[in-house]
């Protein structure tokens, strides 16, 4: 299942000051678009804007044709996968997969079926007894995904979710999202400040820099063609 998402002149301002300027962006259903920019530069909260955890001052957002940026974020149809991964130390992991569709009060013989089945695509079904405490941080990310796919969302939301594992876990972590993207076909968008990340996983990438986007294109296209000296200089090409 997968969506277009539509954001049109969004603004946001925290006090008097504005992270975020009349942004435009068109994301076509299944499209894997990476969202690349320096560290301050507004990526999270664009992205937390299309999640519902942020309000907008301004612009829409679409998702399938349908307004969703006056919604709570449960009735979206989107679900974030986060850096810190934000388990229940409590739960087990079948438990934190679970814990979503618990709260909107699906059956719980469905909701095991939804586990097992993003478990068996994640490969950690032997893992669904253990604590988080008792997973290794590649695990758990793991899980932090698997608790977005049973919500069968019509867009996911990863919000640097690389950026806790070791070196050579994240190139591996890496290539098992294309393949998931691969494999679900959902709209994904991707926060990261790592070009290579970037390079790698984008159907397209939007640079953005000083509150607004700066370049939108192919990873070839931002690689070869970048469009202003900012965007040549951050992705490390000669101008
Ligand atoms: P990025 O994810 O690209 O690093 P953020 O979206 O987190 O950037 O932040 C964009 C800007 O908004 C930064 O200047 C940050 O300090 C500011 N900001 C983010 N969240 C808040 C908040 N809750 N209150 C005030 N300022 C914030
Ligand atoms: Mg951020």
Do not use: W
Not at 12 to 19: F, S
Not at 76 to 102: D, I, K
Not at 200 to 206: F, G, H, P, S, Y
Request: glycine share 10%; proline share 4%; aromatic share 6%.
């Amino acid at each position: 299942m997968s969506a277009s998402i539509e954001i049109r002149n969004v603004t946001k301002r925290y006090g008097g000051l504005t992270v975020l300027e009349d942004i435009s962006l068109s994301i076509a259903a299944g499209e894997f678009v990476v969202f690349l920019g320096p560290s301050g530069c507004g990526k999270s909260t664009l992205l937390r804007m299309v999640a519902g955890l942020e309000a907008l001052d301004g612009g829409t957002i679409d998702l399938g044709g349908t307004r969703i940026d006056t919604l709570p974020p449960g009735k979206r149809g989107v679900a974030m996968v986060f850096q810190s991964y934000a388990l229940y130390p409590h739960m087990t992991v079948a438990q934190n997969m679970g814990f979503g569709l618990e709260n909107i009060g699906m059956a719980r013989e469905d909701i095991a079926r939804r586990v097992t089945a993003a478990a068996d695509v994640l490969e950690i079904a032997h893992l669904l007894d253990r604590k988080p405490a008792k997973l290794s941080g590649g695990q758990r990310q793991r899980v932090a995904i698997g608790r977005a796919i049973v919500k069968e969302p019509k867009a996911f939301l990863f919000d640097e979710p690389l950026s806790n594992l070791d070196a050579a876990l994240r190139g591996r972590t890496r290539l098992e999202l294309a393949q998931l993207h691969a494999r679900l076909g959902s709209t994904m968008i991707f926060v990261t400040h790592d070009q290579v990340e970037a390079m790698t996983l984008a159907d397209r990438i939007v640079v953005m820099h000083n509150r607004r986007i700066e370049q939108i294109g192919t990873p070839m296209e931002i690689y070869r063609r970048p469009a202003t000296r900012f965007v040549a200089g951050f992705v490390g090409t000669p101008a």
